[in-house]
């Protein structure tokens, strides 16, 4: 009976620290919220002033308020550091706001975000600033992008999609009506089609016009067939639908220019420079244009093939250009975009605001995507380990970027929700020659776009 007693004295406690363990590793989220978290808060209720001072961020205390403390307490005067918010736990760390002392910028704080994350045992530490004067520390618990899980609460509006996961624990979703084009890079196997049937299955819930360019006979787009108004599978179908698509972005500035003719007087609410400014019974639904492998696009063998590379190279820079306006928005994706392409492939490039690069194969195309806009970023995605596909670094011409990874979504679930969403298509007569061929399910009765012509030759 004595031996069962001290084997369950040792052992609880053995079972205990080894189930920690366990689900340290297994599941890190559920040890967070055991475990990690009355850890992380204690460390950092004990220790804030003492790190703060280590870390530089405590200054010394105005003369009166150094006078006040020795009068009243008589003890030693400390450095004051930055007023400390309320703590507010969530799923994957912490959160709190800090008031920054008088001489204090965001910058300081982020400096010491690596020293932070040390001290008070936590992932990793992410900087915001919020207001003049205050900041907002946002503690990480564990990596959130082994294993990818989207915030519940990930609401967007018309044009936002939330398609990735940043290790900061917030979701990066892709607007177009703030980053209306971009380019997306990628090696084979890096994760790039999975970021696009995650964006293309988002927008699809949406009343969006979805156009597709697949020049690898349609293998990325083909599966999402019932829910696109148009798909041109190789250059010379490209080289008919780009004109068709440039006159459909003058039809719709026409409609603007309508609107912008009204009679003197008129509110100027109702004085519009984009189809977001017309009503709603009036304006066109905007249209999204997505291009796999861009590089098909640019590759001639012959003189034939260099006239029309250079015919749709020059409409694709105008739909770039002038295409936010009328609602036209372009999503290029590619192994590598650079100006061995050929002529107008760097000009393009530059109207693409958004860059999204996952791994690639050398430092030159890490460069092509980020180094004009965030040469730092750069090293980071070179960095990306090909065990984790999907991992990516995004940025844009602010100069800022982070570390993102877009979760699993299946080609078949993909596919089923592009065929359950089909009735959203917007109808765009000029598009319907392009509309691709769908067959219809077996034992399903054909619609519409089951039974749409293919696209002409």
């Given at each position: 009976?004595?031996?069962?007693?001290?084997?369950?004295?040792?052992?609880?406690?053995?079972?205990?620290?080894?189930?920690?363990?366990?689900?340290?590793?297994?599941?890190?989220a559920a040890y967070w919220s055991t475990v990690g978290l009355p850890l992380s808060v204690a460390r950092l209720l004990a220790s804030y002033s003492s790190t703060m001072d280590a870390c530089g961020l405590a200054v010394e205390p105005s003369r009166w308020r150094a006078l006040a403390v020795r009068a009243t307490t008589r003890r030693e005067v400390r450095p004051v550091p930055p007023r400390r918010g309320i703590i507010r736990p969530t799923s994957t760390g912490l959160r709190m706001?800090?008031?920054?002392?008088?001489?204090?910028?965001?910058?300081?704080?982020?400096?010491?975000?690596?020293?932070?994350?040390?001290?008070?045992?936590?992932?990793?530490?992410?900087?915001?600033?919020?207001?003049?004067?205050?900041?907002?520390?946002?503690?990480?618990?564990?990596?959130?992008?082994?294993?990818?899980?989207?915030?519940?609460r990930s609401g967007s509006r018309p044009l936002e999609v939330p398609v990735a996961l940043r290790e900061d624990a917030t979701a990066f979703v892709r607007d177009y009506r703030t980053v209306p084009h971009e380019l997306v890079l990628g090696a084979t196997l890096s994760g790039k089609s999975m970021y696009l049937r995650n964006l293309v299955t988002g927008l699809a819930s949406q009343p969006v016009v979805l156009v597709g360019i697949d020049c690898k006979r349609g293998v990325e787009l083909a599966p999402f067939a019932p829910r696109l108004s148009a798909l041109a599978t190789d250059p010379d179908q490209a080289a008919e639908l780009l004109p068709v698509l440039v006159k459909e972005m003058e039809d719709r500035y026409d409609l603007i220019k309508t609107r912008q003719g009204i009679k003197p007087g008129t509110a100027e609410e109702l004085i519009t420079s984009d189809i977001w400014g017309l009503p709603e019974d009036e304006r066109p639904a905007p249209l999204v244009l997505v291009i796999d492998e861009i590089a098909e696009l640019f590759m001639v063998a012959t003189r034939k093939e260099e006239e029309r590379r250079d015919e749709m190279v020059t409409q694709l820079i105008r739909l770039a250009q002038l295409g936010r306006a009328a609602g036209i928005y372009l999503e290029v994706c590619g192994q590598r975009f650079g100006a061995e392409l050929g002529k107008g492939a760097t000009m393009l490039r530059a109207?693409?605001?958004?860059?999204?690069?996952?791994?690639?194969?050398?430092?030159?195309?890490?460069?092509m995507a980020l180094g004009d806009i965030a040469p730092e970023a750069v090293q980071a995605s070179c960095a990306i380990a090909p065990e984790l596909p999907g991992l990516a670094v995004v940025g844009d011409t602010s100069g800022g970027w982070s570390r993102i990874r877009t979760p699993?979504?299946?080609?078949?679930?993909?596919?089923?929700?592009?065929?359950?969403?089909?009735?959203l298509a917007p109808d765009v007569p000029a598009l319907n020659p392009f509309r691709p061929f769908v067959p219809p399910l077996p034992g399903a009765e054909p619609d519409s776009v089951a039974t749409a012509s293919p696209v002409t030759e």
């Open positions: 009976m004595t031996d069962l007693v001290t084997l369950a004295e040792l052992g609880s406690p053995l079972a205990v620290i080894g189930g920690a363990a366990y689900a340290r590793h297994a599941s890190p706001r800090l008031r920054l002392v008088p001489g204090q910028e965001p910058a300081d704080v982020a400096a010491s975000a690596e020293r932070l994350r040390h001290a008070w045992g936590v992932h990793a530490v992410h900087v915001r600033d919020v207001k003049p004067g205050v900041v907002e520390l946002r503690l990480v618990g564990f990596d959130v992008l082994r294993k990818v899980r989207m915030p519940r109207q693409l605001t958004g860059r999204v690069c996952h791994r690639v194969n050398d430092e030159a195309s890490a460069k699993y979504l299946s080609l078949a679930d993909a596919a089923a929700t592009c065929r359950a969403t089909a009735h």
